[in-house]
């Protein structure tokens, strides 16, 4: 797509939507009730959209596979007055809603928006993934094996094997993908949840603190595998993502989505194929960001701002007062 798009929202406004579904999910941190934390963050960046003046469909929503609240495929947010550029919105209000649940670090409050048609429009099936920084772009191969992307990030990197670490998703379905990265010699970073925030940990070398990730391996969700796409994208790094479905309603739900070719890898420029921005609000502390902090009248947010048009990475840190 040749056209650039129009100029971007005000990045306050934008933040402001991650930053009201952060706080609004941080009040269900640690209760142990995942659906009622996602429905708090759902219902206020929906109403947060509603003051951002911009004419935006939701193409990757949530919550569809595990049947919780969802910001759902096709929704229409912003204000929609005459004369507003067109957008495509991917959001995930809650990253992480067994983080938030369990009062584990790394939630987070996420929105890719680029211009309309640019976003890969997938059903909330899984992906398999794979996910490096700058040094290694255009030398991974989904097709190809653990222990072959391993020599090739290795030697990109100019690392030993034995000083690689890869994140990976903790789930069965992982376990012969963990022995061969093990069998290659690599380290692994194994998480619970969130495999958002490990792909961009591949690329974000802002903070000297943050978990040293080389590469992001494994199969999740698809939505999140286009949100990561898009944050990769502004910091320069590479994704793939092959779609991965379970039954054939599976199927039957993404050829009404246009979707044809099911084995197709996908690279991060069909994913997104224009401009984007992409922030994330933390909910609670994690390797990118600062939970929510709660403290006498005031709350206090982190969040993330990237824009692949100008090359923006910043970090945001806001603070409000209420009664």
């Not at 971007?8 to 930053?19: A, E, M, N």
């Not at 595998?225 to 039954?247: P, W």
Request: proline fraction near 3%.
């Amino acid at each position: 797509m040749s056209k650039e798009p129009s100029v971007f929202p005000v990045p306050s406004d934008i933040l402001q939507v991650t930053h009201s579904a952060a706080v609004a999910s941080f009040e269900y941190v640690g209760l142990g009730d995942r659906n009622a934390a996602d429905q708090a963050a759902v219902s206020a960046m929906r109403r947060a959209f509603q003051k951002l003046p911009i004419r935006a469909q939701v193409v990757i929503g949530e919550g569809e596979r595990d049947d919780a609240p969802m910001l759902y495929i096709g929704e229409k947010v912003g204000m929609w007055k005459e004369g507003q550029s067109e957008w495509d919105i991917a959001v995930d209000p809650l990253e992480g809603t067994n983080l938030c649940a369990k009062a584990l670090g790394g939630a987070l409050s996420v929105l890719a928006l680029s211009e309309k048609g640019s976003l890969f429009n997938s059903p909330d099936v899984y992906m398999e993934k794979i996910a490096c920084g700058p040094a290694a772009k255009g030398k991974v191969d989904l097709n190809c094996s653990a222990e072959d992307n391993l020599k090739a990030v290795s030697k990109a990197l100019n690392k030993d094997i034995s000083d690689v670490v890869v994140a990976v998703l903790d789930r069965p379905r992982h376990k012969k993908l963990i022995q061969s990265i093990y069998a290659a010699g690599a380290r692994i970073y194994l998480i619970e949840d969130g495999d958002l925030s490990a792909s961009i940990l591949t690329s974000w070398n802002e903070d000297k603190e943050s978990v040293s990730v080389d590469l992001m391996m494994g199969t999740g969700g698809a939505p999140e595998g286009v949100l990561s796409a898009s944050a990769l994208k502004c910091l320069n790094g590479d994704f793939q993502g092959r779609l991965v479905f379970q039954n054939e309603e599976e199927k039957k739900r993404a050829s009404k989505m246009g979707i044809r070719d099911f084995d197709k890898v996908y690279q991060m420029d069909e994913l997104v194929k224009s401009s984007v921005v992409f922030c994330a609000t933390g909910v609670t502390s994690g390797p990118l960001v600062r939970g929510v902090v709660k403290k006498d009248k005031e709350v206090k947010t982190e969040s993330l701002y990237m824009c692949s048009a100008t090359g923006a990475c910043t970090k945001t840190n806001t603070v409000h007062s209420f009664n």
